[in-house]
Nanobody, 120 residues
Framework: QVQLVESGGGLVQAGGSLRLSCAASTRTFSAYTMGWFRQAPGKEREFVSRISWSGGRTYYADSVKGRFTISRDNAKNTVYLQMNSLKPEDTAVYYC?????????????WGQGTQVTVSS
C-alpha cells in the first residue's frame, strides 16, 4: 500500500509557473513508476505525465509536452511536476498516482489531488 500526498497547487496567471510535489509513504519508492493525471470540471480524468522507477524514462501528453517536466527524487520519496507557460486550459485538479511495484499499469494508488487554477 502506498499513500500519496500532493501539494503545490494554487492560482496563477496565464504564462506563469507552478511546481507540484507528490510525497509517497513507502520504503520502496524507487520500485514505483509515478504518474500525474488531471481532471477539469465536467471532463474525464486524463493522463499528463509519467516517470519510470529509475527516472530514466519520461512520457508526456501532447497537450503539455515542452511545457511540463516530471522528475523524481528517490531519496526523498517525492515526484515533481514542473509546469511552465501555464494556460487557462491547464486548470484542473491534479492527481499523483502509482501502479504496483515494477509495473506501468494499472494505477492502483491515488492521491487526494491538488487544485491548479490558471487565470487568463
Amino acid at each position: 500500500q502506498v499513500q500519496l500526498v500532493e501539494s503545490g497547487g494554487g492560482l496563477v496567471q496565464a504564462g506563469g509557473s507552478l511546481r507540484l510535489s507528490c510525497a509517497a509513504s513507502t520504503r520502496t519508492f524507487s520500485a514505483y513508476t509515478m504518474g500525474w493525471f488531471r481532471q477539469a470540471p465536467g471532463k474525464e480524468r486524463e493522463f499528463v505525465s509519467r516517470i519510470s522507477w529509475s527516472g530514466g524514462r519520461t512520457y508526456y501528453a501532447d497537450s503539455v509536452k515542452g511545457r511540463f517536466t516530471i522528475s523524481r527524487d528517490n531519496a526523498k520519496n517525492t515526484v515533481y511536476l514542473q509546469m511552465n507557460s501555464l494556460k487557462p486550459e491547464d486548470t484542473a485538479v491534479y492527481y499523483c498516482a502509482a501502479p504496483r511495484p515494477y509495473s506501468d499499469t494499472p494505477y492502483n494508488f491515488w492521491g487526494q489531488g491538488t487544485q491548479v487554477t490558471v487565470s487568463s
